[in-house]
């Protein structure tokens, strides 16, 4: 039996129904969970509690979720403490405002909360990585970048469809792990329903027909692997 002490996550949102929804599903997982409804009173829990993964909800009174996550970024310790945001919002100005700020990922709650419980278990027991607020990645001569969703290859401009740059920037990501079919599409794209695996493999071929290079591996078991060298 392992002795090594659970993960922590700390969710902030003044929706006592999703705080409970959320402290049930996570501690089902095996996380030490706490839930807070006052976000005035977040630096000082989190002080405390330091916690290895926050949630925090965009709408919320002074400080709102921008607020309070630029305020967490700004202290050495919350630095690279993964910071989730859980909204009903949906606009793409408050997503980009939430990645902005210094935020991992935007997931909304009408379709989320069971996508937020998958990817806080990827990130944090099986070690995936999941920020999408880093604006450039680099592969040898190619430079991804995420704010204008482009690609350049050796200063030459790579067109991708949008479910392309994103398998690539969370490859990128996720250099030399083996990675499933469910692992791309629950930590891409949560829970649309409409992707399925043959679209998946068809976005892989044409990634490797444009960028020119067998980047993406895939093994016997149906599993792909990015290898950067």
Known sequence: MSDRKPFQVLVIDDDKDI?????YNLEKEGFNVKVLSNSQDAIVVANDFLPDLIIL?????????????????????????????????????????????????????????????????????KRFIIRKGVLELRIGNMIINRKSSSVTKGGQEIVL???????????AQNPHKTITMDNLLRNIWGSEIYMVDTSIDVYIQNLKAKLGLNLIHRTNDHRYRLETD
Not at 19 to 23: H, P
Request: glycine share 4%; with cysteine; hydrophobic share 40%.
């Open 19 to 23: 705080l409970d929804l959320l402290e």
């Open 57 to 125: 909800d965009i709408m919320m009174p002074h400080p709102n979720g921008i607020e309070l996550c630029r305020e967490l970024r700004s202290i050495k310790r919350f630095a690279e403490t993964y910071i989730f945001f859980l909204t009903a919002k949906s606009e793409s100005y408050y997503q980009q405002a939430a990645l902005d700020t210094g935020g991992d990922d935007f997931i909304e709650k009408v379709v989320g909360l069971r996508a937020l419980t998958y990817k806080i278990k990827s990130v944090l027991k």
């Open 161 to 171: 469809s949008r479910p392309e740059f994103e398998l690539l920037f969370f490859f």
